[in-house]
């Protein structure tokens, strides 16, 4: 993967002291707050650290600028900031306001590019990643840039049970149900999944409902999106 598929990570300028950071990680989580206009990914993101990444809070997922700044939230420690927005708020004007706000900001993106990526790291950006990188890697990077260390105790493969499930057993998904559901719960609509994966609607449609029969044996409710989202981020496929 090129370098700007799997971003820079630069040191920020005025961080704290590495291990002044890391003494007061030991006390408290890293404040985190995503801006991404896609409902669906801004969803997923969600999620999977929710699930995943327990030294981070996750206190504020923003659809719009003018909603990331005006909560009471804001500024958090970290912003992840989507470089594509249907507003007309300029990269460098969203990632300066949070710089001078006292928020560190990565740039998580599909627009992989160099003038992209120059321009967010020009304005002050800490980082800038693809969203093709498995979060793992994100959070990793996320954790660099902030100067702490990785926890191995928050790494295991620790899951809080959903909402009205019974217990946590993982479904037995075929490779194309696997793919479907991959492809559904990261934005595509079903006919997105059938042309990715080349074949036809009905084939597709019948993927995901499997999916969601199967989740449903397992007494881990999956017929609302939502839902799909966070079983695909609880076991694993969001990456």
């Known amino acids: 993967m090129s370098s700007v598929t799997r971003g820079d990570v630069l040191d920020g300028g005025d961080a704290q002291d590495p291990s002044l950071v890391a003494a007061e990680s030991d006390e408290r989580r890293i404040r985190l707050a995503l801006l991404d206009d896609h409902e669906v990914l801004l969803d997923s993101l969600s999620s999977w650290i929710n699930a995943n990444a327990s030294d981070f809070d996750l206190v504020l997922s923003a659809h719009t600028w003018l909603e990331l700044v005006h909560s009471d939230q804001f500024p958090t420690d970290l912003v992840f900031i989507d470089f594509q927005l249907r507003e007309p708020v300029s990269i460098e004007a969203r990632v300066r306001t949070c710089r001078a706000a006292g928020a560190k900001v990565i740039v998580l993106t599909s627009l992989d590019t160099r003038d992209a990526r120059d321009r967010a790291l020009a304005a002050g950006a800490a980082a800038f990643l693809s969203k093709s990188l498995p979060m793992n890697e994100v959070m990793d990077a996320a954790r660099r840039v902030m100067g702490v260390e990785r926890r191995d105790q928050l790494q295991k493969d620790w899951r809080p049970l959903p909402t009205g499930a019974t217990n946590q057993t993982r479904p037995k998904l075929s490779q ?64």
Not at 196 to 209: D, F, G, I, P, S
Not at 227 to 236: M, N, V
């Open 176 to 239: 194309g149900e696997i793919d479907a559901l991959k492809l559904y719960v990261t934005g595509h609509s079903t006919t997105e999944v059938a042309n990715r994966m080349n074949v036809q609607y009905e084939t597709a449609k019948t993927y995901l409902r499997r999916v969601r029969e199967k989740y449903a044996k397992a007494n881990r409710p999956a017929s609302k999106k939502a839902e799909l989202i966070r079983r695909a981020a609880e076991d694993g496929y969001l990456q």
